[in-house]
Nanobody, 123 residues
Framework: QVQLVESGGGLVQTGESLRLSCAASGRSFSRYDMGWFRQAPGKERELVATISWSGGSTDYRDSVKGRFTISRDNANGMMYLQMNSLKPEDTAVYYC????????????????WGQGTQVTVSS
């Protein structure tokens, strides 16, 4: 199992930056594909960015491409989301999630979730 704890959220102004962290505890973090999701009030949860178990592959939703960067440190069980040029529409609770990679025999679908961290961008 993997336990996930997000941190780094806060209140910023338009154009500013934040870095979110996701600390993973438990076994075999390096075998999990990871993702950042967000959910704004009254809206469905959406996938923001993903990173493969090795860190060799990343993907982003169109609205954050060029502004957000996902990364991971397998040796220390950490994942990050660097968010630059923040916009009010980025305001949401951000969650990290773990998916045991199909490369190691897992099935698609995020198995573990953090509790979320609030990001608020004022205009």
């Amino acid at each position: 199992q993997v336990q996930l704890v997000e941190s780094g959220g806060g209140l910023v102004q338009t154009g500013e930056s934040l870095r979110l962290s996701c600390a993973a505890s438990g076994r075999s973090f390096s075998r999990y594909d990871m993702g950042w999701f967000r959910q704004a009030p009254g809206k469905e949860r959406e996938l923001v960015a993903t990173i493969s178990w090795s860190g060799g592959s990343t993907d982003y939703r169109d609205s954050v491409k060029g502004r957000f960067t996902i990364s991971r440190d397998n040796a220390n069980g950490m994942m990050y989301l660097q968010m630059n040029s923040l916009k009010p529409e980025d305001t949401a609770v951000y969650y990290c999630a773990a998916d045991y990679s199909i490369y190691f025999g897992g099935t698609r679908g995020y198995d573990y979730w953090g509790q979320g961290t609030q990001v608020t961008v004022s205009s």
